[in-house]
T-cell receptor
């Protein structure tokens, strides 16, 4: 049982490059989330999608865009990467916005 | 501003010790409090607490919520090296404009043989 799958696991970018982080869940969940985790900062919400067809900003959305491609997939795009976006990114999903969130294994991103 | 504060930020114990991790919160429209364990990768769910005074238990781990004093504790008895991890506390709120879940910064637990 895969749960929440994130790709890639690791990525190194140069400042100004773009990339898309992929996330897919196989639990038939309605809600999906993107977080970033920085040392000493805990998990902070970037964007979320309460249900297919909707997306909303979280606490730290600047510099990111998202797409809820279908019920299973939720991608996070960095249009012009900056060193401040060096972080570990986690995707999560839940049955609804009021249910337990289950996390993927994370993507470690370094922007040089 | 809503916030979740965990203490201590890090803790080193020896196998067999009992530890208590703390989580206090100031959140409007509180719904529940959750504990997650994070080893090298994904946070994994431990407990969800919604009612005061009712202990949740899973093996050597237990947790309780005090909604009057706005805190929760996570107890681990007879610690093992496999308990080494970062323990995250999160508070779920109704209708948060920036999402429902607010995380604390975590407590890093190291259990030495």
């Amino acid at each position: 049982n895969a749960g929440v799958t994130q790709t890639p696991k690791f990525q190194v970018l140069k400042t100004g490059q773009s990339m898309t982080l992929q996330c897919a869940q196989d639990m038939n969940h309605n809600s999906m989330y993107w977080y970033r985790q920085d040392p000493g900062m805990g998990l902070r919400l970037i964007y979320y999608s309460a249900s297919e067809g909707t997306t909303d900003k979280g606490e730290v959305p600047n510099g990111y865009n998202v797409s809820r491609l279908n019920k299973r997939e939720f991608s996070l795009r960095l249009e012009s990467a900056a060193p401040s976006q060096t972080s570990v990114y986690f995707c999560a999903s839940s049955s609804t916005m009021l249910d337990i969130q289950y996390f993927g294994a994370g993507t470690r991103l370094s922007v040089l | 501003e809503d916030k979740v504060v965990q203490s201590p930020l890090s803790l080193v114990v020896h196998e067999g010790d009992t530890v208590t991790l703390n989580c206090s919160y100031e959140v409007t429209n509180f719904r529940s409090l959750l504990w997650y364990k994070q080893e090298k990768k994904a946070p994994t769910f431990l407990f969800m607490l919604t009612s005061s005074g009712i202990e949740k238990k899973s093996g050597r781990l237990s947790s309780i919520l005090d909604k009057k004093e706005l805190f929760s504790i996570l107890n681990i008895t007879a610690t093992q090296t496999g308990d080494s991890a970062v323990y995250l506390c999160a508070v779920e709120r109704y209708g948060g404009s920036q999402g429902n879940l607010i995380f604390g910064k975590g407590t890093k637990l190291s259990v030495k043989p």
